[in-house]
Each structure stands twice: as structure tokens, then as C-alpha cells.
């Protein structure tokens, strides 16, 4: 499947060259990278295909629910090595020595508010850190940058979200844009931070030890996107963004 979606790699990597950091933390062995995910989740097959250029694995993603059930999306998906964002799926993936690939914000970052860009919204999204106590594997913080200025969310259609998912946060977006409904020909930077060993003797049942463990990871992937997107910004727009 990877080899069948180079072409529309190509084409896409024209409107929007790639660059990778910190590759050398990736481990040779099992990790959970976690990091933001774009508007609209649109740059994470240029970043899936660079994993897989550069390293030669491709990783496993766990996606959310919401994705599984959007006809097309759920089946690229599944051939790309995508599963449903489970504990068992993600151990399954992890015992076999992937890297798993795993955007805490979900739905609530690909779907975002022009004034949450690059901000993650993991809330209490601590599947990923309950995880890594069980398995054992580091986390690798990943950041994204460029990948929040492709498509500009300026409104959502109120109660589409819970009328088809059963949750607000689902919220159908309108994009529009400079170039209409086409995305911003903008370069993507991606970094990759080192790795977050979990706790010695911290329990994957121990809530607090999960919610520690969390705000640990949270804490240092945020200062390396807001770093991260500081430097993207003042190579490609000249300025400061936002944050």
C-alpha cells in the first residue's frame, strides 16, 4: 500500500517539502511516538512515508473511533497498518517491535479552533501513557510544524458532531482559505525530541502514576512544538507565531 500511495506522496511533497529532526531518538526497538496532529489529520501521510523512507519501518497508528467510521478514510487506514485506538491493539503492535504512532489529541486536534493551533489538546486522553507503563517502551515526543497553516477551520456546523458521533467534539468543520478550499502550499518540519523512559516501579493501574506520567510527557512534547513551530515560523513567515 505504501508503494501504491508514492505517487500521490510525490505530488503532495511539492506543495509541501518535508523535513525531519532528531530521527537518531527513534529507537531500533518497540516506542510509542506521540505528538500534535494537524488540521484535519492532512499531514500525516507524508509523515507516516517519511518514517518508513529515512528508517525503513512503518509505523502502526492508532487512530481514533471517529476515522474508523468515515467510508475511504477507515479503509486507507487499515492497509497503512492503522487499528482502532485500543490498549490491546496498541500491546499487539508493540510485542512485535513497531513503532506506534499515536496523536492523543485525536478529533479534537484535527478538528481544532483557529485560536487552539499548535496547542495540544490531549485532556485526559492518558490511553498512550497507561500504555507505555504496561509495555515498558519509551515515548518519543514528536512536533509538527507547518501542519496546523495547510487549512483554516472558520466555523463548525453545530450539533453535526453529536447527531453522527454522539459527541460535540465531532463538530463538522467549514475550511476556507486564501486558496479556497485547497490547502496552503506550506513545508512541513517535523522533530523528534529524546526519549521519555516511564517511571521505574510505576503501575499502569496506579491512576495518579498514569496521570504523573502524562503531564510529563504533555509537558516536554508542548515545549518542543512551541519551539519548534518558533523556528518554522521565522524561516517561512519571518515572524513569531502565536502561542
Same mark, same amino acid.
Given at each position: 500500500?505504501?508503494?501504491?500511495?508514492?505517487?500521490?506522496?510525490?505530488?503532495?511533497?511539492?506543495?509541501?517539502?518535508?523535513?525531519?529532526?532528531?530521527?537518531?531518538?527513534?529507537?531500533? !526497538?518497540?516506542?510509542?511516538?506521540?505528538?500534535?496532529?494537524?488540521?484535519?489529520?492532512?499531514?500525516?501521510?507524508? =509523515? =507516516?512515508?517519511?518514517?518508513?523512507?529515512?528508517?525503513?519501518?512503518?509505523?502502526?497508528?492508532?487512530?481514533?473511533?471517529?476515522?474508523?467510521?468515515?467510508?475511504?478514510?477507515?479503509?486507507?487506514?487499515?492497509?497503512? !497498518?492503522?487499528?482502532?485506538?485500543?490498549?490491546?491493539?496498541?500491546?499487539?503492535?508493540?510485542?512485535?517491535?513497531?513503532?506506534?504512532?499515536?496523536?492523543?489529541?485525536?478529533?479534537?486536534?484535527?478538528?481544532?479552533?483557529?485560536?487552539?493551533?499548535?496547542?495540544?489538546?490531549?485532556?485526559? /486522553?492518558?490511553?498512550?501513557?497507561?500504555?507505555?507503563?504496561?509495555?515498558?517502551?519509551?515515548?518519543?515526543?514528536?512536533?509538527?510544524?507547518?501542519?496546523?497553516?495547510?487549512?483554516?477551520?472558520?466555523?463548525?456546523?453545530?450539533?453535526?458532531?453529536?447527531?453522527?458521533?454522539?459527541?460535540?467534539?465531532?463538530?463538522?468543520?467549514?475550511?476556507?482559505?486564501?486558496? !479556497?478550499?485547497?490547502?496552503?502550499?506550506?513545508?512541513? /518540519?517535523?522533530?523528534?525530541?529524546?526519549?521519555?523512559?516511564?517511571?521505574?516501579?510505576?503501575?499502569?493501574?496506579?491512576?495518579?502514576?498514569?496521570?504523573? =506520567?502524562?503531564?510529563?510527557?504533555?509537558?516536554?512534547?508542548?515545549?518542543?512544538? /512551541?519551539?519548534?513551530?518558533?523556528?518554522? /515560523?521565522?524561516?517561512?513567515?519571518?515572524?513569531?507565531?502565536?502561542?
Amino acid at each position: 500500500m505504501v508503494h501504491a500511495l508514492r505517487p500521490l506522496v510525490r505530488a503532495l511533497a511539492r506543495l509541501h517539502p518535508v523535513t525531519f529532526e532528531g530521527t537518531e531518538n527513534l529507537p531500533q !526497538g518497540p516506542a510509542i511516538l506521540v505528538g500534535n496532529h494537524g488540521t484535519l489529520g492532512y499531514e500525516s501521510l507524508l =509523515f =507516516f512515508e517519511r518514517i518508513f523512507t529515512e528508517c525503513g519501518r512503518l509505523p502502526v497508528g492508532l487512530a481514533d473511533r471517529f476515522f474508523f467510521k468515515i467510508p475511504g478514510v477507515r479503509d486507507v487506514l487499515v492497509r497503512l !497498518g492503522g487499528a482502532r485506538g485500543t490498549i490491546p491493539n496498541g500491546l499487539r503492535a508493540l510485542s512485535q517491535g513497531n513503532l506506534l504512532v499515536i496523536y492523543p489529541g485525536g478529533a479534537r486536534e484535527t478538528l481544532k479552533h483557529e485560536s487552539d493551533k499548535y496547542r495540544l489538546l490531549w485532556g485526559k /486522553s492518558f490511553g498512550f501513557a497507561r500504555l507505555a507503563l504496561k509495555a515498558g517502551v519509551p515515548i518519543i515526543p514528536f512536533a509538527g510544524a507547518g501542519v496546523d497553516d495547510t487549512f483554516r477551520i472558520v466555523a463548525h456546523i453545530p450539533g453535526s458532531g453529536r447527531m453522527l458521533m454522539g459527541h460535540a467534539k465531532y463538530d463538522l468543520p467549514l475550511v476556507w482559505g486564501r486558496r !479556497g478550499l485547497l490547502p496552503e502550499a506550506v513545508p512541513f /518540519s517535523f522533530r523528534f525530541g529524546k526519549p521519555v523512559v516511564p517511571p521505574t516501579g510505576a503501575n499502569a493501574d496506579d491512576d495518579g502514576a498514569v496521570r504523573a =506520567f502524562h503531564h510529563d510527557v504533555w509537558t516536554r512534547t508542548q515545549a518542543l512544538l /512551541s519551539d519548534l513551530t518558533r523556528d518554522w /515560523s521565522i524561516a517561512n513567515l519571518g515572524d513569531h507565531p502565536k502561542l
